[in-house]
């Protein structure tokens, strides 16, 4: 592999321009194939086999007009009732709404609370007939009485008995079909008082909640028939009315590039500025890794029609493509530099980088593509597609490393350095030296606080609960996130987390016993701990399936939401033979996050099993992979203890925007944990390489470590920082559910490259010398010989002078 790059990369140096113009044009392909060919991405999340998805199927099945996505939105005046010219127009602005295509139905939500107050005020009118009625027969039935008894004291009773008999049969008659009445009314008033609080306009006339029902599923729904209804509802223009609708309408990956991201990568630019000393050498990462993650974003997004996509997937790659492929340019442009200062001639230079640590971004690279490809064995197709787009972004800065970085390095020759490095060319500092190792004290000094810092930091990942983002987690200034607390601020914080409730019956029940069965059910619903509303939504043309909305005590986040739905399937079966299953975006959400909580042990095991492998492999040792993996595991949970203090806990969140606590975002965890391992190899490939190269080369092990360090530090200072900054550009990100994920890698590069690396892995080594370079010679002969930074290629290759 090493001689293959090296032929590699003196070729792009000679055909430099060729190389170029050969990526901007894939670079338009890709671009012009997303414009083409690219879909929907979803902001909704579904993993096949949850409980969720079988009464979805079911239920869509049964009553396809309930299984289409549906939206809410939230009308408020400025503070005084709504006027009926006012209501008119939000009547209108629905009414258009509901003539779009794509649209199935929408709800007035006026019409709805006049329809309730209609329906209470004819079960007011039917209980007083029926209490008329009563009475009736109650008159009726005292006369009959009084007569029975006049003729048994007259001795008439045995001649009148058949007339007076006939008379009871005919009040008995009356009497069973009011009580038949009394209990239909009874069922409807429990119906009534049960869906009370599932109100469609506020007490105080200020607030007004409609809802949108679409023909398709949330995955289906077309991004141009989101925009389209945003716009018209932006547009409504009803004086002294706000119109705010949830996310999903507002969800949209508009949010890509903000001031947050752009920012990352100048502060990652001052690093190259300030670390090379020139401006074409600086501006080559970056130029280089823009193409790169322009070709594999766009080339992703292409493929989003035929692939269900995250609304997340995307940006994902854009954050892994652009800090790999800024460091991975960066590792074989040092290399370049450094050989030129060492008197080595251009064309030879850049092949030999290209070769050497060219080689090791192939490696460091595929450790990263394994990783994420890793995602995987989940069984959970987003993550497995988000893992496989961040893979592609990955793969495609690795070649536009070895490719095009050779290339303009050929173009700009002995610029690479700056003015005053080119009059030190050749000069001695530049020869290599044995450094003192550190003293033993100060290495466990230095391993103890390491170790006790980290597991500090980690302790809140002990409390770490998982969830999916709601409204309260976006932007305060967007739509979705005024629609979200204007809803619980007038309707109750349930309101934003209905479920969906869907009881089975083995046999049809009758039409004239629906509705008892449906008050029935309701009254078992109600007695459950945390629901403060229930109502039926539906029953099937067969008469088997009933739906119900519940509504619980608090938001679709919480804890006792998530407890309310495990204790409504497990009411299930009721009477015996009643199937109870419990469906909506809460539910959802809730499912993904248990499976991937369980899904996060297998995939930490297959990582640590991947990083033992892969160390042992590179380094023939059986230490230094452990110390490897041991950092890795400790730079892991401490990163998951702080995005549990910052997101769950609220730590800082003034610092961090996070205005609403609430669970930690559900695949942030396993997305981290891939991405950090990846890059905590890359790190511990190019530093601990030197150790073991100085060591090789006859170097005592002490001062071997020692020697390593100071020959690796400074680049990796450089690749760690930058990719702090490019994550961290995204902690504020325009996108809630980005960051997260942006402050996890970004905490967790921190973490691993300047604690782990750069002072726990040093100590160890020193501490445990000549051992930590220890294999056992049976598995010293089976071993491949891997020669990651190309020393091979390198002996063959010795210094020319330029």
């Known amino acids: 592999m090493a001689n293959l790059l090296y032929r590699l990369g003196r070729l792009a140096a000679r055909r430099a321009w060729i190389v170029l113009v050969g990526w901007i044009v894939v670079l338009g ?35 396809p007009d309930l299984a289409g996505a549906t939206a809410t939105v939230v009308f408020t005046t400025d503070g005084d009732a709504f006027t009926e010219a006012q209501e008119s127009a939000i009547a209108d602005l629905l009414d258009e709404v509901d003539a779009v295509d794509g649209v199935a139905a929408t709800s007035n939500p006026f019409d709805t609370d006049a329809e309730r107050d209609e329906q209470a005020q004819q079960l007011a009118d039917a209980q007083a007939q029926i209490d008329a009625a009563q009475a009736q027969i109650d008159a009726g039935q005292q006369q009959l009485d009084a007569a029975i008894a006049q003729a048994q004291a007259a001795g008439a009773y045995d001649a009148a008995k058949a007339q007076f008999d006939a008379q009871q049969a005919t009040i008995d008659e009356g009497q069973a079909a009011l009580d038949a009445q009394a209990q239909q009314v009874a069922d409807g008033q429990t119906l009534l008082d049960a869906a009370s609080e599932i109100q469609t306009v506020s007490d105080d006339g200020t607030a007004a909640v409609g809802t949108i029902a679409f023909t398709e599923d949330q995955y289906s729904l077309s991004s141009d028939l989101k925009t389209q209804i945003a716009a018209m509802l932006d547009d409504a223009g009803i004086d002294g009315v706000q119109v705010t609708y949830s996310a999903t309408i507002a969800e949209s990956i508009d949010g890509l590039i903000g001031v947050g991201e752009i920012v990352g990568v100048i502060i990652a630019a001052l690093v190259l500025v300030v670390m090379l000393r020139a401006f074409l050498p600086a ?64 064309p030879e230079s850049i092949g030999l980088a290209n070769g050497t640590s060219g080689n090791a971004v192939v490696f460091a690279g595929t450790t990263v593509i394994v990783a994420l490809l890793a995602l995987n064995v989940t069984g959970i197709p987003f993550l497995g597609v988000m893992g496989t787009v961040g893979a592609i972004c990955v793969a495609i800065a690795v070649l536009v490393a070895i490719t095009l970085t050779p290339a303009l390095l050929g173009i700009m020759k002995l610029r690479v350095l700056g003015r005053r490095a080119r009059t030190r060319i050749g000069h001695p500092d530049h020869a290599p030296y044995t450094p003192k190792p550190m003293r033993t004290g100060r290495a466990m000094l230095q391993a103890g606080i390491a170790v006790v810092a980290l597991l500090v930091i980690a302790i809140p990942a002990l409390s770490m609960r998982l969830g999916l983002p709601d409204g309260s987690s976006a932007s305060t200034d967007s739509t979705q996130y005024k629609a979200y607390t204007t809803v619980a601020e007038k309707f109750g914080a349930g309101m934003n987390g209905t479920l969906l409730v869907v009881a089975t019956f083995p046999e049809a029940v009758a039409d004239d016993d629906q509705t008892s069965t449906e008050a029935d059910i309701v009254t078992t619903l109600m007695a459950q701990d945390g629901v403060v509303a229930a109502a039926p939504v539906a029953v099937s043309d067969d008469g088997t399936i009933f739906a119900f909305q519940v509504v619980p005590a608090e938001g679709p986040s919480s804890e006792s939401t998530e407890q309310l739905v495990y204790d409504l399937r497990g009411l299930s079966p009721l009477d015996g033979d009643v199937q109870l299953g419990v469906a909506g975006t809460t539910t959802a959400n809730i499912d993904v996050s248990a499976k991937i909580a ?17 160390m042992i492999l590179v380094f023939r040792s059986i230490l230094v992979p452990v110390i490897a ?59 601990v390489s030197g150790m073991r190269e100085a060591y090789a080369h006859g170097m005592k092990a002490r001062s071997a470590v020692v020697a390593g360090l100071r020959n690796g530090r400074a680049v990796v200072t450089a690749a760690a920082i930058i990719m702090v900054s490019v994550f961290g550009g995204f902690v504020f990100s325009e996108m809630s559910m980005i960051r997260p994920l942006g402050f996890g890698m970004a905490i967790g590069v921190l973490f691993d490259a300047f604690v782990v690396r750069m002072v726990l892995t040093p100590a160890l080594l020193h501490l445990f010398g000549n051992a930590a370079w220890w294999l056992p010679r049976w598995l010293d002969r089976i ?16 210094l020319h002078v330029g």
């Open 29 to 63: 392909l890709a671009g012009g194939a997303y414009a083409a060919f690219g879909g929907t991405l979803a902001s909704s999340f579904s993993i096949p086999g949850t409980e969720t998805e079988r009464v979805s199927d079911e239920l869509a099945a049964a009553m």
């Open 283 to 346: 501006v080559t990462p970056l130029i280089t890794s823009l193409i790169g993650v322009g070709v594999g974003v766009a080339g992703a997004m292409a493929f989003s029609g035929v692939v269900d996509m995250a609304s997340v997937t995307p940006v994902l790659g854009l954050m892994l493509g652009l800090a790999v492929g800024i460091d991975y340019a960066l590792f074989i442009l040092n290399r370049h530099r450094r050989q030129l200062l060492a008197g080595m001639a251009v």
């Open 598 to 614: 369980d899904a996060l042990p297998v995939y930490l095991v297959v990582v640590i099993g991947l990083s033992l492998l892969i």
């Open 629 to 687: 993996t041991a950092g890795y595991v400790l730079s892991l949970f401490a990163a998951l203890g702080s995005v549990t203090a910052i997101y769950q806990w609220g730590w800082l969140s003034a610092i961090f925007g996070v205005h609403d606590p609430g669970p930690v975002l559900s695949f942030a965890p396993i997305i981290i944990m891939g991405v950090l391992f990846g890059l905590a190899m890359d790190y511990q490939l190019f530093l």
């Open 783 to 798: 071993l491949p010989d891997v020669d990651v930074e190309g020393a091979a290629l390198e002996r063959t290759h010795p």
